[in-house]
């Protein structure tokens, strides 16, 4: 059987540079130093710590549970202990995040796995399980897997798709991981299929992946469809895959299950089976670490092991070239290297020699980027609006439709890097709306400020949690607060300044 | 085209609405609008730097016309910008920015005297009376006020640590 093909408009051929890293085997690195978990590396709120500094954990067991519904659960992906929970820079763009920072004892004990679950496990089972295990999307955004099950449990799912799509030129992760784990993604998709009740379910690969394909078919499933779609850049992006298969198309700003569709990535469904039969939780991934290096190739990466250990492993000599995170097409650079591989890390790519970043030139308006896509934005307008600043026009343009896929910037001939300032833009859009709702937070609390301060000074005792309001005899109370600053005075005299010096308005 | 037509017309009707000369006891409810609409613009920190004792004064002295658009450092560019666009006139070079700093209470020194609780304006401190205070960071605008009513000086303004919004 073969996967159904509708029509797809934009997109663009590119070289692919698979080969670097997909003909051997994946492999483990030595255990890293330390592993560093941040609290927050998926869509949502940040995940709690049940652990502090000074506690042993074990391989496997939780260190910080979902704090709330959109949210995930950190599990350690080896023994050691906990130092410290602290600031650590996190990509993209190294934003300081609160992280769980491990020291790895290098006995690598763990903890029992959970019972799996029966084979008639029902949807709720499934979902409890895939939160407990910490599963979120590992293909990209990051999101709770648990959440889109439960979409799914509460919404009808037409067709489920698991994503096996690599469409990005160097990264080759999931295609090793089809070769060498195909039953149990087949097994993960059934499990899916089931949890949600979908009438269908298409597992995509591209065209030019004859490995994989072979692999998964040789773990036929009832009910589940295995196939290829062509070998065009941005085909795996999540409304352009639904739009291939389905014909449907994903409305602005909505959600896959808005056309029926649920969508997961084979790394995804590994993990699901993983968590679901194995009762293990999700604490490594395989990452493409390719470009220039002595050994590119794929690793079996402990989730927090720090970016810098992987590229040693690889035999990157270091020096002045750019690491990015992701593949060239979408991904970003880094600036620290010690940043940790999180659940959504791909790939890292040492950019060969330094990229020839040609100098960009005017537009022609050759009308390019309109054609390759794969969204149908007017490239070309947003560009000019985002670059003078004028963001009403660029979000009148639908800049957030962008899903930042770089094809317009590949096929630019005056080498504009279009997306770079549609990421600026929708950055500063973000920022002004944060400061709107900053400012009209500041102005609720400072009426109710002012209203407080009125009634103190109307006398009114219940208002106010001031002592001179609530009926105390204001003479006592300023002898009070003297006699408090003598002491102050005194343990200041005693002891040695505080540190910093007391900073004023400027 | 005709779309366009249309909205070029009703874009002259409500530049006429808007430019009509108001009269009597419609001047004040037109000079409340104007002020409620520049007092959104605003960053609402209360901090006073602009020379009026918050935001909503200062935004009243623009819509009758005695303060410049320029005049509010927190708001920055941004907001001199925005209130170039409302008021139809020409911006001003952008006033400069104070550093993004946060007030840190040193809660071993702090007497519990609750006077920086009155000078906050934005409620960003909590605290008893007789009880150790402290700042909530994530509320606290960096504008200073709580400073000098503090007997013993143990507040202080720290700059924020890179990137704290993202978390
Ligand atoms: S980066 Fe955005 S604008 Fe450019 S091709 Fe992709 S979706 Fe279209
Ligand atoms: S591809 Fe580049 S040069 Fe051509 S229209 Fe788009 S931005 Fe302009
Ligand atoms: S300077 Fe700006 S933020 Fe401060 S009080 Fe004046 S208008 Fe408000
Ligand atoms: S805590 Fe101090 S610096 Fe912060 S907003 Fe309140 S008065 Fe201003
Ligand atoms: S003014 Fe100073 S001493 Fe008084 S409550 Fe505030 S921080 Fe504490």
């Not at chain 1, 999700?282 to 250990?309: D, K, Q």
Request: charged share 20%; with cysteine; net charge neutral.
């Amino acid at each position: 059987m073969t996967l159904p093909r509708h029509a797809w408009r934009g997109g663009v051929r590119v070289p692919r540079h698979k080969n670097l890293s997909n003909t051997e085997p994946s492999r483990a690195p030595p255990l890293p130093a330390r592993l560093i978990y941040p609290l927050r590396s998926h869509i949502g709120t940040a995940a709690r710590p049940v652990v502090g500094p000074g506690d042993r954990v074990l391989k496997g067991q939780c260190l910080a549970e979902p704090d709330s519904y959109v949210s995930q659960a950190l599990h350690a992906a080896t023994s050691g202990t906990v130092r410290d929970i602290l600031d650590y820079p996190v990509a993209p763009g190294d934003v300081m995040t609160a992280s769980i920072v491990i020291e790895v004892d290098g006995e690598d004990r763990g903890i029992d796995p959970w019972p799996s679950l029966p084979a008639d496990a029902d949807g709720d089972a499934i979902q409890r399980r895939l939160t407990e295990a910490g599963v979120i999307g590992m293909g990209g955004a990051g999101f709770p897997s648990h959440v889109k099950v439960r979409e799914g449990l509460t919404r009808t799912v037409r067709t489920l798709i698991i994503n096996g799509v690599e469409c990005e030129p160097y990264i080759t992760c999931d295609d090793r991981l089809m070769r060498e784990h195909a039953a149990e993604i087949v097994a993960g998709a059934r499990w899916l299929k089931r949890a949600v009740n979908a009438g269908e379910c298409f597992i995509a690969v591209e065209e030019d992946m004859p490995e994989a394909l072979a692999a998964l078919q040789a773990h036929p499933a009832e009910g589940v469809t295995i196939g290829t779609v062509p070998a065009i850049y941005p085909a795996g992006g999540e409304k352009q895959l639904i739009k291939l298969l389905t014909g449907r198309e994903v409305p602005s700003k909505g959600l896959p299950i808005q056309a029926g569709v649920l969508m997961h990535n084979v790394a995804t469904a590994r993990a699901v089976y993983a968590a679901v039969v194995e009762g293990r939780p999700l604490t490594s991934r395989y990452v493409t670490v390719t470009g220039g290096m002595t050994r590119p190739g794929n690793w079996r990466a402990l989730i927090g092991t720090p970016v810098s250990h992987l590229l040693q492993e690889g035999g990157w000599r270091g020096g002045d070239q750019r690491v990015i995170m992701g593949g060239p097409m979408m991904g970003m650079a880094l600036c620290s290297l010690e940043v940790p591989v999180t659940k959504v890390t791909n790939c890292l790519l040492v950019q060969e020699a330094a990229p020839a970043f040609l100098a960009a030139m005017p537009c022609i308006r050759c009308g390019e980027c309109l054609r390759v896509c794969p969204v149908q934005l007017n490239a070309r307008a947003l560009y000019e609006y985002s670059k003078a600043g004028d963001l009403d026009a660029a979000q009148d343009l639908n800049l957030f439709d962008c899903i930042e896929c770089g094809a317009c910037a590949y096929v630019c001939p005056s080498h504009i890097p279009l997306v770079g300032y549609f990421r600026a833009a929708k950055a500063a859009i973000a920022a002004a709306e944060r400061r709107q709702r900053a400012a009209a937070e500041n102005r609720g609390r400072y009426e109710r400020h002012q209203r407080r301060q009125a009634a103190d000074q109307a006398g009114s005792a219940t208002a106010s949690p001031l002592p001179a309001a609530a009926g105390e005899d204001r003479e006592a109370l300023r002898a009070e607060i003297a006699a408090a600053v003598e002491r102050v005075r005194a343990r200041r005299a005693a002891s040695e300044p505080p540190d910093g010096e007391r900073g004023g308005p400027a | 085209m005709l779309p366009w037509l249309l909205l070029a017309i009703l874009g002259l009707a409500a530049g006429l609405a808007v430019t009509r000369p108001a009269r009597g006891g419609r001047d004040d409810a037109a000079l409340a609008e104007k002020t409620e609409r520049i007092d959104a613009l605003l960053p609402q920190t209360q901090c006073g730097l602009c020379g009026y004792h918050g935001c909503r004064p200062y935004a009243e002295a623009v819509a009758r016309g005695e303060a410049a658009i320029d005049r509010c450092p927190p708001g920055g560019a941004a907001t001199v910008a925005a209130l170039a666009d409302l008021l139809g006139v020409e911006p001003l070079p952008a006033p400069v920015s104070p550093p993004a700093r946060v007030a840190v209470i040193d809660e071993r020194l702090c007497i519990g005297c609750t006077l920086c609780l009155d000078a906050c304006p934005v409620d960003a401190i909590v605290g008893a009376p007789r009880l150790m205070h402290t700042v909530i960071a994530a509320l606290c605008t960096g504008c200073g006020l709580c400073l000098p009513p503090c007997p013993v000086d143990c507040i202080q303004l720290r700059p924020v640590p890179a990137a704290r919004g993202a978390g």
